[in-house]
């Protein structure tokens, strides 16, 4: 079984403004990658390498063409449960440690902890890492991102390892050592595809090459056997020649170098080596080396890449259940808690939850100058600070959920993973409400000791305003469901726009209806009852307040409003998953 096979595999990106016209920036690549080789992908900026790894990892599709991975198609993920990748220039989440990072990487793949606890520290060491591994991301230099990057590519002990420019910000000890890994991995009878502009890093590594130059194949086979297609030229070193000499030796001489009282005469053609050398011994000058000079994949590169259309040089041919319900389960569970752990760690989270403090404080304050409402003063108040800065933290996080892992370029960390798209979105989303969750659970906490500083005590009728909280709690996970499937459609500031927008109108959804059965117009009449079914009817939790204030709460209502609210999040879900099992990432 060959590691990585490609068969005519093309890739059209559209651009273009309105009317949007195919770039073509790969085109018909067929290689071929044994298992247990170091394969280089070269090629200058631009030439389609990345693209080449992105379509292999599933982060943008191919236009045509095939390819399959480990024996199996690119629609099957469950490939990349035995693949690495390190991405070109990455970036990693700024709140975690080194080591949380590759544990989260590890718990991806599903490893058992005392396992991915043990791989995270033997890599870390192996990478150089070992005394930074408690350091957060965000104090890392670029060199040190780089190696916790090639950490945990290797997490899951991988058959298939994909770098992009691995050497990429490393220092010259930093090259040396990924040099040494990339070779310890192949000695472990691993597969090592890389892609690089840095020609020598490929000669001391690979065994085969694919030089491609705008987006296509220039040449590709056995390193040594590219190569050895012939001397460029041969180098003749003579010790103290005459001057005569070296006028007879000019029509043969390509150049001349005079150093000391040695001379050194490259000979271009190999036919002409013998005349020289006659020339030479006839004189009676001493010869001190005859070496052929072959050609460098430099040189081999240069000629490549500058043909621009040349044909491909081949050398050598590449011949070249239950169960998985349980792992995807774990994988948005530790996404959701990824999700939860980067936004407790967020300053801006702490910093609303400090100013809901703030309103709930004041609550006190205007209930001291009050005259018989100063409990209603305290609920109202404080329910309105649970309710509001709930609603900030919706909008604002969830519209990052997606568009900073794409922006920042996380994305092809998770999605590079044995880790589906749903997974990703499913996780991303219960990470939030986990998070928001939370954190009015320690709003309410606030909020009852402020009940409690106001009466003194507290019974069993203070506990009415837990319903209205659940109501909200309700609220906001559909605000979240809002949020996360704007982002996927869009930029982040029309996310918040859009999320907003329909946050506002749905809680004047029954009003609308009502409006529009009365003005008389079919048309009016029709697009008020869409808008109604459409948009999420939150004029059905307005019963909030009435439930802060004692008012009891039907069980029926509670199980109403809980089985709309988790009916219209199922579909929204579903459609930021149909969106973003379409987005390419380039």
Request: with cysteine.
């Amino acid at each position: 079984m060959l590691a990585i096979e490609t068969t005519n595999l093309t890739k059209d990106y559209p651009v273009g403004f309105w009317r949007k016209r195919p770039k073509r920036v790969l085109e018909n690549l067929s290689i071929q990658v044994e298992q247990g080789e170091v394969f280089g992908l070269l090629g200058p900026n631009g030439a389609g390498k990345s693209t080449t790894l992105k379509i292999f990892l599933r982060l943008v599709f191919p236009t045509s063409g095939s390819a399959r991975i480990l024996g199996k198609e690119l629609q099957d993920t469950s490939a990349h449960e035995r693949i690495g990748f390190l991405p070109e220039n990455p970036y990693f989440y700024d709140n975690l440690t080194a080591e949380e990072f590759v544990n989260y990487a590890g718990d991806l793949f599903g490893l058992p902890g005392a396992v991915r606890r043990r791989r995270a520290g033997e890599l870390l060491e192996q990478v150089g890492l070992k005394d930074s591994r408690n350091l957060y991301v965000r104090k890392f230099s670029k060199g040190m991102v780089q190696r916790l990057g090639i950490a945990q590519a290797l997490i899951n002990d991988p058959e298939l390892v994909f770098l992009d420019e691995p050497m990429s910000g490393l220092d010259p000890l930093g090259r040396r050592e990924v040099r040494d890994l990339i070779l310890g991995l192949k000695e472990e009878g691993k597969t090592v595809f890389f892609s690089t502009h840095i020609l020598s890093d490929a000669e001391s590594l690979c065994e085969r090459v694919a030089i491609l130059n705008k987006g296509r194949i220039q040449g590709c086979g056995e390193l040594r056997e590219m190569l050895a297609m012939g001397v460029a030229s041969t180098e003749i070193v003579i010790e103290s020649p005459r001057s005569e000499l070296l006028a007879e030796l000019k029509p043969w001489a390509g150049y001349t170098v005079r150093t000391g009282e040695r001379v050194r005469i490259e000979v271009t053609k190999e036919s002409d080596v013998a005349t020289v050398l006659n020339y030479v011994l006839r004189a009676g000058a001493k010869i001190v080396s005859v070496n052929p000079v072959k050609m460098s994949l430099e040189d081999y590169f240069f000629t490549q890449v500058t043909k621009g259309s040349a044909q491909p040089v081949h050398g050598k041919k590449f011949d070249a259940g239950e169960k998985r319900t349980m792992k995807a389960l774990n994988r948005i569970a530790t996404i959701a808690l990824h999700t939860f752990k980067e936004a407790v760690r967020d300053k801006v989270l702490y910093n609303l939850i400090i100013f809901a403090f703030l309103m709930i404080g004041s609550a006190i304050l205007f209930s001291t100058i009050s005259v018989g409402i100063q409990q209603i003063i305290v609920i109202d108040l404080g329910l309105s600070s649970i309710s509001v800065f709930g609603l900030i933290m919706a909008i604002f996080i969830g519209i990052g959920l997606v568009s900073k892992e794409i922006e920042r370029r996380t994305i092809y960390n998770i999605l590079s993973k044995p880790v589906r798209r749903v997974e990703f979105i499913v996780g991303k989303y219960v990470g939030l409400v986990l998070t928001l969750a939370i954190n009015t659970f320690i709003m309410t906490i606030g909020f009852y000791l402020a009940l409690f500083y106001q009466k003194r005590s507290l019974d069993l009728g203070d506990f009415a305003p837990l319903a209205a909280i659940y109501f909200v709690l309700l609220q906001l996970a559909i605000v979240v469901g809002l949020a996360v499937f704007f982002s996927c459609i869009s930029s982040p500031i029309l996310s918040a726009v859009f999320t907003f927008s329909v946050y506002v109108i749905g809680h004047f959804l029954s009003e609308m209806r009502w409006l529009g059965g009365v003005a008389g117009s079919g048309v009016v009449k029709q697009a008020t009852a869409i808008l109604y079914y459409l948009l999420p009817n939150l004029s059905d939790f307005d019963f909030i307040t009435r439930a802060a204030h004692g008012e009891k709460v039907s069980g029926a209502l509670l199980l109403s409003n809980s089985l709309y609210a988790l009916l219209y999040v199922t579909v929204l879900i579903s459609g930021a998953i149909l969106v973003f099992e379409e987005r390419e990432f380039r």
